[in-house]
């Protein structure tokens, strides 16, 4: 199932895109989605109940907002340097470990909602992220079957980020990921079910319609199995929990100088494959 919220930001509605792309309001059937729901199996097969029926009423498309694919999201956890690619256009070694950081959950915004520019940014960079998203509660996984039976779901992720508030402004790196709107997430969550190779997805981002990434999660250095068994030695995991796995390589960061950073107006799209695509403008903020 592709799962999303749709309505302005605050007021969203629970709704469907079914397999013919039409959107189906699921008000009738669920009252929101989140962690409760997506541990919930019996209230999933509700839905895929009421999916199956043709009950579930359509809604216009039309100038409608879509807004992030969880509400009530109660941590983002994410992994730097987890691709191949991306660790050898920044000159660095493999880590042995996952890099682990927090992004606080109000960062995340609607997949077309405007991105903002800090004020006093001028390494403002993008990052297109597959987005694991938990379904059941998660502590010292010990196997890859275990950790991909944790995940409900998975969405796009863009994990913008300003670069020298990361990395030049003393301390962890958490002044440069926690601006706000700096977590574009969706259109949709897409059912595990519908992902039966996380390890096999395209990634691909354009910035004013140039292509600036362009991988496979196949370049992962820990795939996604491993890091949601590694995370769990570490915190608790719990429904409606998002972990970012990790960008490829293409980020402004990567390039030679001068770097390509984002200003205000420009215009940011990626998509994953099978997840759906984003598209924002940057905005002063």
Known sequence: MKLLRTGPPGAERPTLLDDEGTLRDLTTVVDEIDGRLLADHSALERVRAAVGARILPAVDPEGLRIGPPVARIGK????????????????VPAPEEPVLFLKAPDTVVGPEDPVLVPRGSEKMD??????????????HLETDAEALAAIAGY???????EREFQLERGGQWDKGKNCETFNPLGP????????????ALRLRLWVNGELKQDATTADQIFPVAQVVRYVSRFMTLYPGD???????AGVADGHPDPKPYLRAGDVVELEIEG?????QQLKDA
Request: net charge negative; glycine share 10%; proline share 5%.
């Open 155 to 161: 969405a796009v992720a863009n994990d913008v980020s």
């Open 242 to 248: 998002i972990i970012n796995t990790g960008t490829p």
């Open 76 to 91: 983002i956890v994410c992994v730097g340097l987890n691709y191949h690619g991306h660790a050898a256009e920044l000159g």
């Open 126 to 139: 993008w990052e297109i992220e597959l987005a694991v998203v938990i379904g059941r509660t998660a502590r």
């Open 275 to 279: 997840l759906g695509r984003q598209r």
């Open 188 to 199: 949709w969550l897409v059912t595990a079910d519908e992902v039966p190779d996380p390890q």
